[in-house]
């Protein structure tokens, strides 16, 4: 079962204390992709066609505009995978690790708007 590869024995916490700032993190990232699109044909036509865009094909859009890092990519596909598992109830501690994860993900979230501001100007 995949949720076992996400066990590391550590702290383990309440969903909540993923599954909020998960929210708070998915929120973010669809403005920021929004805000790309504003500048983008082509994201905009997408987003238009199917109105909805997932997580993993703005994540890819993303490091096609070379916004994210390959590393940066992976470690939020890792993120979404593990969010899935825990709404799915895959896992049954959620890991302080993963919590700790999300939060580095926040300064990234940051770069992105500040660099697509600097595109942009």
Do not use: C
């Amino acid at each position: 079962m995949l949720s076992k590869e996400f066990k590391d024995g550590g702290k383990s916490v309440n969903e909540s204390d993923f599954i909020q700032p998960f929210i708070r993190f998915e929120r973010e990232l669809r403005e920021i992709y929004i805000k790309l699109s504003e500048f983008d044909m082509v994201l905009e036509i997408k987003q238009q066609k199917s109105g909805f865009i997932s997580l993993v094909e703005i994540i890819r859009n993303l490091y096609g505009y070379e916004l994210i890092s390959r590393d940066e990519k992976n470690n939020i596909t890792e993120i979404i995978s593990y969010r899935n598992l825990v709404v799915h109830g895959n896992v049954e501690t959620v890991s302080l690790d993963m919590v700790n994860k999300l939060k580095v993900l926040d300064e990234i979230l940051e770069r992105i708007k500040h660099d697509i501001q600097e595109k942009h100007k």
